[in-house]
């Protein structure tokens, strides 16, 4: 017996389908059916025909036509805007809508469109927007926002949630360690907002509140990470804490289970989503050797059909990449995005929250130093000596970065020289570099330190990390592949080799350092104050940035700005 609608005219459709228990109780909570026994069918009454075609997934096409007319005049006569919400997408129903002003509040300004031809010539505002004025559709990310312009417009409207079929519940151990108060209100606030962001301080313990999340859930879950090294240790937790069987899709590696930890890299390369080279605000993509051609349709169907999905460091996320395969979880009816710096510096915040929800939740560092769960730190600016340009060069930033950061004796020296003085006083100490020519030349200075990156094993780089966090290696040179998701409670103290721009980088990587540890009072942060062409407006803006938070004891040392 297949799912059939037949319709004779008024406002009542007839409904048949095979018994199943999930489907006959979403057909019970609809306000106007009727059970007819004699005939052994449902009588539905024409307002809920958009429900129906949701439950049991039926195209218009597929509807008696005087069927559809009858229930567009319905809606045209009777109904209020209706903000129907999918996992994914959004669309609008009625008549009235500001379309203009939704357009224009679920914009962004398009990086760099200000040499775009088109918008010279005043063809183009430089904005791009996530409304389809069409199919009066939008990520659902992004309700929050429309609903805002209806407001303000004094629309009634109401918001429904379309019904999605749940798989079978999961059993999960229920975690046996105690939250926190914050991680409590946490793990609350996202299982009642079902999606969002949740802002949380490295060393916020991200990983533990989603634990608890799915937990709670106690349905098929997917965590997505973007390195190798969170894989592993993100899968390592999650068997520990969760369940015994726990699948992970990366590092060469396809084993599907109702909780998996896949990287984006891995699924990507599943779904035809191409990584290009990223730029410094976004995390490098590890190579991916992982051969997917054999599990190919389960892993789409895995993460097409799975209810709940988290995005570690979900600040990568409006990079094209990312929000395309967040946009490609069809069915995730609970979406979390978790990250200690859910901004960007390139402004492309919009794209973050159309895929997976505006920020619900926010403990920041100085708030968990005040409650004892971070320890403060104190970041220290050395100066390196100017860079001096020829009249006759005009250096771009490559060139400037290279010069000034890679190959500069008299800097690498200051970095060697604190890394050593840290060491003497048994701190560990982690160099922090973003490129691996920059990691060589300071390994060649500091001969008994270890050199991690991201061409080594992922055994080799964990080695190498524990030994640093049992003090059995006091330094280590690490690329970016430390930037984030490095989990060394007892390190002491980072040095920024490389500064940078950005400011979610600057606060990742001086997380890395303020988790506390038995006899830890504060973490040492060593950062330079680069005198030259780019790098100089790159320093101020991260002292800047480190000024914003109360607790942090922000020093000049030889110099003063």
């Not at 005043?122 to 927007?129: A, E, I, N, T, Y």
């Not at 510096?345 to 619900?360: F, N, S």
């Not at 061409?455 to 964990?462: E, H, I, L």
């Not at 966090?469 to 690329?479: G, N, P, Y």
Request: contains cysteine; aromatic residues 10%; proline residues 6%.
């Amino acid at each position: 017996m297949s799912t059939t609608i037949e319709y004779v005219g008024g406002e009542y459709f007839l409904l048949r389908f095979p018994y199943h228990r999930h489907f006959v109780r979403c057909v019970r909570n609809l306000a106007r059916r009727e059970w007819d026994a004699e005939n052994k069918c449902w009588h539905i009454h024409v307002a809920h025909l958009r429900d129906i075609m949701d439950l049991f997934q039926f195209r218009k096409e597929e509807l008696p036509p005087k069927l559809w007319r009858a229930y567009m005049i319905y809606r045209i006569r009777t109904t209020r805007l209706r903000v129907c919400v999918g996992p994914t997408f959004a669309r609008l129903e009625g008549t009235g809508i500001p379309v203009d002003e939704i357009a224009h509040k679920l914009s962004y300004a398009v990086p760099g469109y200000q040499y775009n031809p088109l918008y010279i010539d005043g063809r183009w505002d430089g904005r791009k927007s996530l409304f389809d004025r069409r199919q009066l559709t939008f990520p659902s990310g992004l309700v929050e926002r429309v609903r805002e312009v209806l407001e303000a417009h004094n629309i009634k409207f109401e918001v429904t949630e379309e019904t999605t079929p749940l798989p079978s519940s999961v059993t999960y151990r229920k975690p046996a360690f105690e939250l926190r108060d914050y991680q409590r209100e946490c793990v609350k606030a996202a299982v009642e907002a079902k999606r969002g962001i949740l802002e949380l301080a490295t060393g916020a313990g991200k990983t533990v509140v989603a634990a608890h999340i799915i937990s709670k859930l106690g349905l098929p879950a997917i965590f997505f990470v973007h390195t190798r090294d969170l894989l592993h240790q993100t899968y390592e937790f999650f068997r520990d804490h969760l369940c015994a069987k726990v699948g992970i899709v990366g590092d060469g590696q396809v084993h599907l289970a109702p909780l998996t930890v896949a990287t984006l890299q891995t699924v990507g390369k599943a779904l035809d989503i191409a990584f290009p080279p990223m730029n410094e605000e976004e995390a490098q993509p590890e190579e991916d050797r992982t051969d997917v051609s054999r599990s190919k349709k389960r892993l789409i169907s895995f993460v097409q059909e799975c209810p709940v999905v988290f995005f570690d460091e979900c600040h990568h996320i409006p990079a094209e990449s990312f929000y395309s395969l967040a946009m490609r979880t069809s069915s995730a009816v609970y979406r979390f995005g978790l990250s200690a710096t859910p901004y960007r510096a390139d402004k492309l915040d919009l794209l973050l929250e159309a895929a997976v929800g505006p920020k619900i939740f926010r403990a920041n560092a100085s708030s968990l130093i005040d409650q004892g769960y971070l320890v403060p730190p104190e970041i220290v600016f050395l100066a390196p000596p100017p860079y001096h340009v020829a009249s006759s060069r005009s250096p771009d930033y490559a060139t400037v970065f290279h010069e000034y950061v890679v190959t500069n004796p008299a800097r690498n020296q200051m970095i060697a020289k604190e890394a050593r003085r840290l060491a003497k006083q048994k701190k560990s100490v982690l160099i922090l570099v973003s490129q691996v020519a920059h990691g060589e030349r300071l390994a060649a200075l500091l001969p008994e330190a270890a050199f991690a990156q991201g061409n080594d094993s992922a055994v080799k780089r964990r080695r190498i990390f524990k030994k640093l966090e049992s003090k059995e290696q006091l330094i280590v040179i690490a690329t970016t592949l430390a930037d984030e998701g490095l989990d060394v409670p007892s390190l002491d103290a980072v040095v920024l080799a490389s500064g940078g721009k950005s400011e979610t980088k600057a606060l990742q990587r001086i997380g890395r350092v303020l988790r506390p540890a038995p006899g830890k009072k504060k973490a040492h942060i060593i950062d330079f104050f680069d005198n030259a062409p780019f790098l100089k407006e790159h320093s101020l803006r991260r002292y800047e940035l480190y000024s914003t938070e109360p607790r942090f004891v922000v020093k000049t040392s030889g110099f003063s700005l």
